[in-house]
């Protein structure tokens, strides 16, 4: 079955970069997504990148996707105590937009 | 950009009273919206689609006479959790999105059963 995998837990220093990194097994995905989760409160979309896009890239965020190896990735620049945060990976599965996804990255910044 | 509004954002009740959980989409229609269920430090459960004028899908697991859910209107869902006791105090987060939009959410709705 379908399935998002992400490495649960980062830890970088302010100003550092961060990268944060996604699989997924449905090829037939056609939108991939970052949401970003704050202590109590909900989901904030981040961005997204169909899957026909290798790169995209926004103010400080770049994904980069390679369907080949079904690999997804959330590039952070210059990360701020701001940052600090859950990120969640997901993929659509099929046309009724249900999202699979992974069980999040804690992302820890260090000043 | 869209916007998804849930509410209450947090409530607490005694076990065996019902809770009614809304969630609104302010500036776009919705014909489908999904309820997810959060724990601590874990990733979202979906518990059901909620199809506008049709009943919900509910995935596997998940009691539909528990966790009733009424999308009467292209911009409002509900879902009622019946009979609440200590085990269903979660945190309960909906979302919506369009055909031409990625899926939105709502700040979500704590939820404590005493």
């Known amino acids: 079955g379908e399935d998002v995998e992400q490495s649960l837990f980062l830890s970088v220093r302010e100003g550092d970069s961060s990268v944060i990194n996604c699989t997924y097994t449905?090829?037939?995905?056609?939108?991939l997504y970052w949401y970003k989760q704050e202590p109590g409160a909900g989901l904030q979309l981040l961005t997204y990148?169909?899957?026909n896009m290798d790169m995209k890239q926004d103010q400080r965020l770049t994904v980069l996707l390679n369907k080949k190896d079904k690999h997804l990735s959330l590039r952070i620049a210059d990360t701020q105590t701001g940052d600090s945060a859950i990120y969640f990976c997901?993929?659509?599965?099929?046309?009724?937009?249900?999202?699979?996804w992974g069980l999040g990255t804690s992302l820890a910044v260090n000043p | 950009g869209a916007v998804v509004s849930q509410h209450p954002s947090w409530v607490i009740c005694k076990s065996g009273t019902s809770v009614k959980i809304e969630c609104r989409s302010l500036?776009?229609?919705?014909?489908?919206m999904f309820w997810y269920r959060q724990f601590p430090k874990q990733s979202l459960m979906l518990m059901a689609t909620?199809?506008?004028?049709?009943?919900?899908?509910?995935e596997q697991g998940v009691e539909k006479d528990k966790f009733l859910i009424n999308h009467a209107s292209l911009t409002l869902s509900t879902l009622t959790v019946t009979s609440a006791h200590p085990e269903d105090s979660s945190f309960y987060i909906c979302?919506?999105?369009?055909?031409?939009?990625?899926?939105?959410f709502g700040d979500g709705t704590r939820l404590s059963i005493l």
């Open positions: 979302s919506a999105g369009d055909l031409s939009l990625p899926q939105h």
């Open positions: 500036d776009f229609q919705a014909t489908t």
């Open positions: 909620s199809n506008e004028g049709s009943k919900a899908t509910y």
């Open positions: 449905d090829s037939s995905s056609t939108y």
């Open positions: 990148i169909f899957s």
């Open positions: 997901a993929e659509n599965a099929g046309n009724n937009r249900k999202l699979i």
